[in-house]
């Protein structure tokens, strides 16, 4: 059994118990109240919220749904109306709506076609169907401009009784949430399961209520962040709810047999949410962690410049290249820390480390620079000191330390994170080693750079 499907047991508690929560807590919206009302009045009402809906929040929806419904009350004369009538009632929701200021940026990418669209179809259901509303699922897709299978579910099912399926964002979340569905929402597999699931679970007697209450339940109960999974009528059918319950690590999430493709990826948990809060997977790339780390270059003069270089441990990001001394530090600890105590810090930390049993005393570090490098999951922010080795205090090179020259760094097997370290710090060892070697002083090292000019 696919643990991704519901079985025929769980498809009927579903039903039950997600329309029995619908009848007592649904939202009064002035499109759902209706009685006795014909079906072709229904379904225009259910296009033309719908359609409203599609960019606008519901608080905002509801005054203009019934303006426009004032004015154009049917299909017939909506199919008489004036475009400019239209279109100005529709620039009213979207110059009040929620995206006002993405309005200016989409002027001219289709916010009105939908507008317009309600109004071709009006005038195609006048013209070509004698004034009534297509019923068929696949005549609305194929025939009426600006209905997809959405919004051509959503009108089938709520005004025609039709037993067909409707997947939103909303529904999207409840189904990915109650299935475990962690896979990408641009694949086609992922939305073509949905839709499966969507169909799988729409209620045959009451489709068009059992449609509305999983969007109503994304909408207020199921919602992306802090969903209130203690109020949810379907909470045992929840996988995902069981699964944060039960689990003793958030990565034994991957639970089915390899290579499922449903299942989240370990790899995509974000331990900062609740495993609810994971589905349906964030569409965008998942964002790096912040890392700081400092690096402290050791060099020394022979009389060439040379580095003091460690090969990175196999358990190490970067492991088998080679790398200056690295420590890591957590944003919290960094900002306690004066530079004062910054240094004493690296100091001690390096002669802690195991490898460095050989290293010299060490007490006079400078301060070279930052750089910050992106990894694929880190965002690495590098703070690099420096600091000379006297020529007698001799360090055993071994496999995993070594001297490494200038260009031995330049072309050995160093991360690219190395390379922006070393080329922050190198001009500054140069002025450095060049003043000290023969001028003594920085001020004879300037005096000499002026002296040139
Ligand atoms: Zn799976």
Sequence with gaps: MNRHRFSTEEISIFRRSLLAWYDIHKRKLPWRDWHDIDTNIVAYRVLVSELMLQQTQVATVIRYYETWMKQWPNIKSLAEASEDDILK?????????????????????????????????????????????????????????????????????????QANPILDGNVIRVLSRMRCIGSDLKKKSTTDFLWSLATDVVCPERPGDFNQSLMELGATVCTPQKPKCNECPVQNQCLAYQQQKEIESILDIEQCSANCSFCLKSSDVDTNRSLVEHYPRKKSKTKQREETSFILIIYRLTPKLEFLMIKQKQSNLLSGLWSFLEISSSKNHLDQMNEQKRKTYIIEEIQQMPTIDTIPSINNIKLAGQCRHLFSHIDKQYIIYYTHCEQNDVLIPSTSMQWFNEEQVQTSAISTAMKKVFNVALPQIKLKTSNGKKNGTIDNYFKKKNSKV
């Design 89 to 161: 009632c529709w620039a009213g929701i979207i110059i009040d709506s929620i995206f006002y200021w993405s309005y200016f940026f989409h002027l001219g990418l289709g916010y009105y076609n939908r507008a317009r669209n309600l109004y071709k179809c009006a005038q195609l259901i006048i013209n070509e169907y004698n004034g009534e509303f297509p019923n068929e699922l696949e005549t609305m897709i194929n025939r009426l401009p600006g209905v997809g299978r959405y919004t051509a579910g959503a009108v089938s099912s709520i005004a025609f009784n």
